[in-house]
């Protein structure tokens, strides 16, 4: 089977299949990627540990931070304790959510999640009206970007007493170095 053939069928089966997990499969979330296709996740419970992914996903399906993935147990494992078995999307999240599969303490925070990711929209909206009275049609409106959920956004202030610290010291560089050269 070639290589497009074998994706073809991957992605068909990941993306089409409604799972639900046995008895010793569990749901657990993706918290990142530490590298050589492992991956750290959490269960409902708090638990955490690595579970790797299978040669059958590699190069053909990603998983980011935020997902949720059925994984089965490695009973020898003293790191890696599971292979990923499913990757869940919106679509069999819902379906599993519906027949009483999906863990409560993932429902729980995916709520308190999409109530904080309203409340941050809200936010931002509201900045962007108190900004944007005074915008002309040449400025770019940034809000149609596509957001990256792997990445951590950090929200930096500055005090206008810093700033006028390190302008002095900008100065104070400058006059040695032009002092410097004469």
Do not use: C
């Amino acid at each position: 089977m070639s290589q497009a053939t074998k994706r073809k069928h991957v992605v068909k089966e990941v993306l089409g299949d409604f799972v639900t997990p046995t008895e010793s499969q569990q749901i657990v979330r993706v918290l990142g990627s530490p590298g050589n296709n492992l991956h750290e996740a959490v269960t409902a419970h708090g638990q955490r540990f690595l579970v790797s992914m299978p040669t059958k996903f590699r190069k053909n399906i990603w998983i980011k931070r935020g997902d949720f993935v059925i994984v089965d147990p490695i009973e020898e494992g003293e790191k890696v304790k599971g292979e990923i078995s499913f990757i869940l999307y919106k679509e069999q999240i819902r379906h599993l959510q519906t027949t009483g599969f999906w863990p409560e303490g993932f429902s729980e925070e995916s709520t308190l999640g999409e109530t904080r990711l309203g409340q941050q929209q809200e936010e931002r909206e509201a900045e962007e009206n108190e900004e944007g009275e005074g915008m002309t049609d040449s400025e770019e409106d940034d809000s149609d970007l596509f957001v990256n959920t792997n990445r951590v956004n950090y929200h930096y202030s500055e005090s206008e007493d810093e700033t006028d610290e390190e302008d002095e010291d900008e100065e104070e560089s400058r006059e040695n170095i032009m002092g410097g050269k004469d």
